[in-house]
Nanobody, 124 residues
């Protein structure tokens, strides 16, 4: 079965960096869209970044552009989210999610599989 496991969260000071990993299994890692989403208390879950194997397209929400980088290591079946220049506003539970039918434009509702999340806390 499909499994997504996030790791790499933790507590960092503002301005610091973290690299999140999403280890994926249970499907052929050759045609996918995997997105990173986050949800802070009292806030709606929002898309952060997405990468698709179709066309090599990536997506970043405006608030993280220039600070976060999504990448894939197909040999390891792993998606990464490198987060730099972290801000307290980045504090949230970060989830990775997978869609096997559509591209990154499918959005939150279209993602078929979700990990359990990893908590990122950025102190001021």
């Amino acid at each position: 079965e499909v499994q997504l496991v996030e790791s790499g969260g933790g507590l960092v000071q503002a301005g610091g960096s973290l690299r999140l990993s999403c280890a994926a299994s249970g499907f052929t890692f050759d045609d996918y869209a995997i997105g990173w989403f986050r949800q802070a208390p009292g806030k709606e879950r929002e898309g952060v970044s997405c990468i698709s194997s179709s066309g090599g397209r990536t997506y970043y929400t405006d608030s993280v552009k220039g600070r976060f980088t999504i990448s894939s290591d197909n040999a390891k079946n792993t998606i990464y989210l490198e987060m730099n220049s972290l801000k307290p506003e980045d504090t949230a539970v970060y989830y990775c999610a997978l869609d096997l039918q559509y591209g990154c434009g499918v959005g939150i509702a279209g993602m078929e599989y979700w990990g359990k999340g990893t908590l990122v806390t950025v102190s001021s």
